[in-house]
């Protein structure tokens, strides 16, 4: 006896519905792409913390003495790395991405102030990962909603 097997699809959904309006769809491309540049800078940086394929520019000063009491650690560094590489991963690939959005976030107030206060030479890419992380996390609002309730909530 010979069986036949009937497949329906749906159609696919797409993230560029013609249905939507041109400013919703321009923001779904760009939150599309803030989230795949901030997840490969974050990737890759994590990467290259562990298996230096790129050089690394010297610290002078504050910077550099903060940088060395973080090295002398002994933990910080590699914890921070691989945050990056799963936390950039997530985003790359689009998912938990208010998570890790969450996970950066002190890692990115941190490259700011460094680079604002002590290393100015970073700022301008300070600046930009702070945008994206800041639109990001506009565009995920709806997420961080319940975090942000006064009242709490009861079990």
Known sequence: MQKTLV????QP???????????????EVMTIGARIVLGFIFFFSGLNGFF????????????????EGLIASGY??????????????A???GR????????????????FAVHFLH????????IVVVALE???????RDAYAPLLRAGGSHL
């Open 7 to 10: 497949v329906v699809l749906d």
């Open 13 to 27: 959904t797409n993230a560029y519905e013609a249905s939507k309006p041109g400013r919703e769809r321009a923001l």
């Open 52 to 67: 230096r394929f790129l050089a690394i520019p010297p610290m002078h000063g504050r910077a550099e003495t903060f940088i």
């Open 76 to 89: 910080v560094f590699p914890l921070l790395f691989g945050t990056y590489i799963v936390a950039g991963g």
């Open 91 to 93: 985003l790359m690939i």
């Open 96 to 111: 938990f991405v208010p998570l890790a959005l969450v996970l950066l976030a002190p890692a990115i107030v941190n490259i």
């Open 119 to 126: 290393a100015p030479d970073g700022l301008p890419v300070a």
């Open 134 to 140: 800041v639109f990001l996390a506009w565009r995920y």
